[in-house]
């Protein structure tokens, strides 16, 4: 029990460290599928114009959506293809910079060359690999990111491949074998709502308290 409470305050300083966090700033024509690994819910991002990140190595999935460009023909909707970055960030801030996309020279432009850039606070540019999801993911882009980093692609990320959402519920269940008692659902349930940086640093501080 006094590990487990352990566990618990320690789980509860990491989701708070502030030192480790970037903020995400969410442009409103970028839909963003899938973050580190892991798909995005609709209700985690409605109203939100930006997530909070650990610093480090991150990897998106995501598509842009305009609705009534103009052209010849009158309005006009545009999605891209899902598209993949890359990219280590230590800025405070970050975002995705689009072009204005707002005619088919541009729109073609940037599908043939994922013309954005990822940009600090200070607009400078940050080193990024791009590219897009060439396969069709039948709406499971979380599975289809999975066989993405799994094979090496360009823009992989292979410990995102290792590391997903039911590998490290199964790694939280295993570390935690030792501890018993009431405290293992609610532990459990916390541990799901963060993301995956926060999970491997709190499974870290598990085995060590198992080992002390």
Known sequence: ???????????????????HAITLKLDPDIELLVLDGRKISGSLLKGADSLELDRGEHQFLFRVEKTHLHSLQGSADYQSAPLIVTFTAKAKSISIRLPSLENRRERQHFDREFAFQVVDEQGKEIHSKRD?????????????????????????VPRFAENNADTSAARLTADLTWSAGSDMPSLQIWFHRFDEATRQRFLAWVKTLRTS
């Open 132 to 156: 897009r999801l060439r396969a069709d993911p039948l709406g499971d882009y979380e599975q289809a990111m999975y066989v993405y980093n799994r094979n090496g692609n360009v823009a992989s």
């Open 1 to 19: 029990m006094k590990l487990s409470l352990a566990a618990t305050g320690l789980l509860a300083l990491l989701v708070t460290a502030p030192c």
